[in-house]
């Protein structure tokens, strides 16, 4: 029978190595996936970049692979920051983005030679201002409008809404007006051009087409009433991935190839002047390339549901919890074997709500059995947490039949590390 494998190594040999749960990576299929987006978003109208938004998965051994290859690195932390220096990226390729950076955040991305600021609102552009040129360092920022799209997303992930808390509304004049004022009374801070960012999972192009259509019509009113020209322009990230079967998904390869069309067709009509075109995929590069490894634990009859608990949950994955977010599965050695129950996958987690998967079919489970879900590599291990006191997974990247620990697993200690235990009272 057989049995699943990820990078030419088996499911079972990875539990036995590492033990459960445990994240592990299909190092090809992100690079794969790296590869199609830089081979995808090119034009000879002008300069593209495909920059990694990093909350997705950051890890220093990630950005090092992603950076080796030409992709720039987005960044809303100093804590993602930090990552990025310590991996060694080019700085120039960094954008950091985020509302309410701190004044201590932005003098270390200044401090370090970021690239680029991404601004959120006027309080924050004025800060920028501040820090720059205190620290007497010159940056170069895009500032983040809200087109107001809304893709077919979860609430949750819609980010674009004219009540959104992120950037601020393209029709909102004044308060654009008001950035352009403030930068223009800077010497450290150059007005490289504009950023949207629509939501997250959009499995569509024409979602981004319309965002680009609306950004576009916005480059030519502000070219018009403020002769900015010459600008670049960042047109976001949230390519959808597949997570369980019934999603169809257009390629991350072809949304790119298409989005690019769309900017050149929508530059040479409107006659703006764009020199850069920047895209931020973050859950395409590594969500479908990401599996979590568990081991079947008791299961129960509760009802009229048939539960496999598994020895992690909510605190390695909070998506399902978070946001009603889907997954499929399956069981590791018995792939080939007819799917006759429908289970209800639960952690361990104290939460009614730490349900992995409400329902999925599979073949008859056994306590021991493992069980993998599949495309968890985005926002699964960026997002858990040490509840219960679950130590976070470990995380290994596989390829070609070898196995490279990326993240060792948290121990009781590495838990425990920041405690002060008041001995001392
Ligand atoms: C989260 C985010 C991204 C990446 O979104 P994905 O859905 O993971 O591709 C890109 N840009 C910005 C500004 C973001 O906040």
């Known amino acids: 029978m057989s049995e699943l494998q990820i990078g030419g190594i088996s499911c079972r040999q990875l539990a036995e190595e590492y033990g459960t749960p445990l994240y592990i990576y299909d190092e090809a299929r992100i690079i794969n996936q790296a590869q199609s987006a830089l081979d995808n978003f090119k034009s000879d109208m ?49 954008y950091f983005h985020g509302n309410n950076k701190g004044d201590e955040e932005m003098t270390m991305a200044l401090e370090a030679g970021v690239g680029y600021f991404v601004i959120d609102n006027v309080m924050e552009c004025r800060r920028l201002v501040f820090a720059a040129e205190d620290a007497g360092i010159k940056v170069r920022a895009l500032l983040r409008v809200n087109p107001g799209i809304s893709a077919h997303t979860h609430e949750y992930i819609m980010t674009s809404a004219p009540d959104s808390k992120f950037g601020i509304y393209v029709k909102d004049r004044i308060h654009i007006k008001e950035v352009i004022d403030i930068i223009a009374g800077s010497s450290m801070v150059e007005l490289a051009g504009f950023h949207s960012h629509i939501g997250s999972q959009i499995v569509e192009a024409e979602s981004f087409e319309r965002a680009l259509d609306t950004m576009t019509d916005f480059l030519l009113e502000m070219k018009e009433l403020y002769g900015i020209d010459d600008m670049e322009l960042s047109i976001g990230g949230g390519f959808g991935i597949k997570y369980v079967d019934e999603d169809e998904v257009e390629s991350l390869g072809d949304m790119c190839y298409r989005m690019v069309r769309c900017a050149e067709d929508c530059i040479v009509r409107k006659g703006v002047n764009v020199t850069k075109l920047i895209t931020e995929p973050g859950r395409s590069m590594v969500g479908e390339a990401g599996y979590s490894l568990y081991t079947i634990g008791d299961m129960k009859v509760s009802g ?35 799917k006759t129950m429908n289970y209800c996958v639960a952690g361990k987690n104290c939460e009614s709500g730490d ?41 290994v990247f596989v390829k070609d039949g070898k196995s490279r620990l990326v993240i060792r697993r948290e121990s009781y200690r590495d838990q425990y590390r920041l405690e002060m235990g008041g001995d001392d009272d």
């Open 46 to 94: 002008f300069e593209t970049e495909v920059a990694f938004a990093s909350k997705a998965f950051s890890s220093i051994y990630l950005f090092k692979l992603l950076s080796r290859m030409g992709l720039g690195l987005d960044v809303v932390s100093g804590g993602e920051l930090y990552g990025a220096m310590q991996a060694g990226v080019d700085m120039s390729k960094v």
């Open 304 to 338: 009229d549901k048939h539960y496999i608990f598994v020895n992690g949950g909510m605190s390695d994955n909070i998506r399902p919890a978070l946001y009603e977010a889907e997954y499929g599965a399956a069981l590791v050695e018995k792939q080939d074997l007819p």
């Open 355 to 395: 349900v992995l998967i409400k329902s999925v079919k599979l073949p008859e489970a056994m306590p021991g059995d493992l069980l993998v879900l599949f495309s968890t590599g985005a926002y699964g291990y960026s997002m858990a947490s040490n509840y219960n006191r679950l130590g976070r997974p470990a995380v």
